[in-house]
T-cell receptor, first 109, second 114 residues
């Protein structure tokens, strides 16, 4: 299975930007990068996904490195409700999403 | 709009007892369906996925089985539970198995095996 590497935990202050890094050094040209987040005792929810170009939506931005071996999920203004485990997933074409351990984001008031 | 329902939400079962978790999706046809398990404080492990009625693929060998008797129904079963089967079980669906498909998760079923 394709494997990504994320820090175990990160902290941020409320209303400040958060940059969550992810390394995916084995990525191939057709592998998408997906980000999900999971609140306690809930199922994960989709955040964003991309292939080569940077992507923006109402929840976050995804910055993908030019060599595509890393990416960064950007929360522009963290809120207390953004505290969650964030999963970065490298999806190989035709396969299923494999979730790693993720990054536990703590947002301080 | 599409919704996904899982039940029961919580259950406590003795070792050696059977298990049946059900998942149904509404508002869409021919979804891809998935069962994941999450141990405490860990990431999600894909157990089974299905692209159609009666079509089940297993990701890891284990004590569990899955069935899809109807288009939008996915069932996770065990004949005899083990202590290691405890965890948070999540059903999910997607419109396509391709790499642009978004996964939608249910609320989860928390199983404790004693």
């Amino acid at each position: 299975d394709a494997k990504t590497t994320q820090p175990n935990s990160m902290e941020s202050n409320e209303e400040e930007p958060v940059h969550l890094p992810c390394n995916h050094s084995t990525i191939s040209g057709t592998d998408y990068i997906h980000w999900y987040r999971q609140l306690p005792s809930q199922g994960p929810e989709y955040v964003i996904h991309g292939l080569t170009s940077n992507v923006n939506n109402r929840m976050a931005s995804l910055a993908i490195a030019e060599d595509r071996k890393s990416s960064t999920l950007i929360l522009h203004r963290a809120t207390l409700r953004d505290a969650a485990v964030y999963y970065c997933i490298q999806e190989t074409s035709g396969s299923r999403l494999t979730f790693g351990e993720g990054t536990q984001l703590t947002v301080n008031p | 709009s599409q919704t996904i329902h899982q039940w029961p939400a919580t259950l406590v079962q003795p070792v050696g007892s059977p298990l049946s978790l059900e998942c149904t999706v509404e508002g869409t046809s021919n979804p891809n369906l998935y069962w994941y398990r999450q141990a405490a404080g860990r990431g999600l492990q894909l157990l089974f996925y299905s692209v159609g009625i009666g079509q089940i693929s297993s990701e890891v060998p284990q004590n569990l089985s899955a069935s899809r008797p109807q288009d939008r129904q996915f069932i996770l079963s065990s004949k005899k539970l083990l202590l290691s089967d405890s965890g948070f079980y999540l059903c999910a669906w997607s419109l396509t198995i391709s790499n642009t498909g978004e996964l939608f998760f249910g609320e989860g079923s928390r199983l404790t095996v004693l």
